[in-house]
């Protein structure tokens, strides 16, 4: 089983929609989860960054934690064709020197 | 805002040469990281640096591989002898101080080996 799976897409919607993405993890130690969005031939930007279980929303991108299911989400809401890109999963132990564990990425369209 | 640089933003070389990679992590941050993206796969760690020294490594990071911070800003991978399958973007990422996880990343590095 991998540490960390990620459906990889690529997911294609039209302008406007609600967008959902997804991780699964099997490490119950994880604590910080973490998105990214990677443009093309670019280096992977932070969106969102969370502690342990919950929600956070920041603007029209919300983050969810389930860390009973093992269980990530993403939500846009209102995408925009600047939202199209790959989005990243990724989780850690802790702070510190601790590496970051990527998902393999979902690939995201968002048609005008 | 704060970034990450690296240098340079794309390098060809010829199998069994020398590479360094630059990075110059964000000013104030203690925790350094090189990770390696080959195209169309996911991004994979490769080591992490703190106090001048390495905190942990991949089995990727093999003895081809080392990283220095040789002064108080850059922050170098050097491949001793690149094979065809180092191909890939590198990546350089840096973390502050205190117990949280996000880690900032640098816009890559391409490595061409031919």
């Known amino acids: 089983q991998k540490e960390v799976e990620q459906d990889p897409g690529p997911l294609s919607v039209p302008e406007g929609a609600i967008v959902s993405l997804n991780c699964t993890y099997s490490?119950?130690?994880?604590?910080?989860f973490m998105w990214y969005r990677q443009y093309s031939r670019k280096g992977p930007e932070l969106l969102m960054y969370t502690y342990s279980s919950g929600n956070k929303e920041d603007g029209r991108f919300t983050a969810q934690v389930d860390k009973s299911s093992k269980y990530i989400s993403l939500f846009i809401r209102d995408s925009q064709p600047s939202d199209s890109a790959t989005y990243l999963c990724a989780m850690t132990l802790s702070g510190g020197y601790q590496k970051v564990t990527f998902g393999t990425g979902t690939k995201l369209q968002v048609i005008p | 805002e704060p970034e990450v640089t690296q240098t340079p933003s794309h390098q060809v070389t010829q199998m069994g040469q020398e590479v360094i990679l630059r990075c110059v992590p964000i000013s104030n941050h203690l925790y350094f990281y090189w990770y390696r993206q080959i195209l169309g796969q996911k991004v994979e760690f490769l080591v992490s640096?703190?106090?001048?020294?390495?905190?942990?490594k991949s089995e990727i990071f093999d003895d081809q591989f080392s990283v220095e911070r040789p002064d108080g800003s850059n922050f170098t991978l050097k491949i001793r002898s690149t094979k065809l399958e180092d191909s890939a973007m590198y990546f350089c990422?840096?973390?502050?101080?205190?117990?949280?996880?996000?880690?900032?990343f640098g816009e890559g590095s391409r490595l061409t080996v031919l």
């Open positions: 640096f703190y106090n001048n020294e390495i905190s942990e």
């Open positions: 490490n119950s130690a994880f604590q910080y």
């Open positions: 990422a840096s973390r502050g101080q205190g117990n949280t996880g996000e880690l900032f």
